[in-house]
């Protein structure tokens, strides 16, 4: 985690964008859950939010999930709210709402800009196409790295 917060602050001496940094540092979840077969937008987006990793055990109020549908409605409305909006209108504490909004950071879903928070792009199937771009990218490393790795090891 140190070495992380170094590179993270070395970036930002750098004058590197948010967006930048979120791209290259993020945590993305994905839980594979049979699709729901209803007709019904709460349950579908339910399931949008719960395969992208978004619920955990602790969140029985499901204050994750309330957040990022504040964040849509805003979105549909080409606006971005603070924290302490959200917080107000949703009826939780400024820090569960930073709490959820730093882990839909991680995941690249949000982005954050003077005190504000909006979704990183103005509809679902943009972010799910910058998400798997991302991963994609992720994963070029990987294979990048996991071929320097067999040849210094000499691994065929």
Not at 3 to 11: A, D, G
Not at 24 to 48: C, G, Y
Not at 84 to 110: F, M
Request: aromatic share 8%; net charge neutral; proline share 1%.
């Amino acid at each position: 985690m140190v070495s992380v917060l170094y590179i993270l602050k070395r970036f930002k001496n750098n004058i590197l964008s948010n967006y930048i940094m979120i791209t290259r540092f993020m945590r993305v979840t994905i839980i594979k859950e049979a699709i729901p077969h209803s007709e019904n937008i709460n349950s579908d987006l339910q399931w949008f939010c719960s395969t992208l990793g978004m619920f955990n055990l602790r969140d029985k109020e499901k204050s994750c999930y309330r957040l990022f549908v504040e964040l849509l409605k805003a979105a549909k409305k080409d606006i971005a709210m603070s924290s302490d909006d959200l917080a107000q209108k949703l009826n939780l504490t400024r820090a569960t709402v930073i709490h959820h909004l730093n882990s839909l950071i991680a995941s690249g879903l949000v982005i954050a800009k003077d005190g504000r928070y909006y979704l990183r792009v103005d509809n679902l199937k943009e972010l799910v196409e910058l998400v798997e771009s991302d991963v994609t990218h992720v994963f070029g490393d990987l294979k990048n790295m996991a071929a320097k790795l067999d040849d210094e090891l000499e691994l065929d």
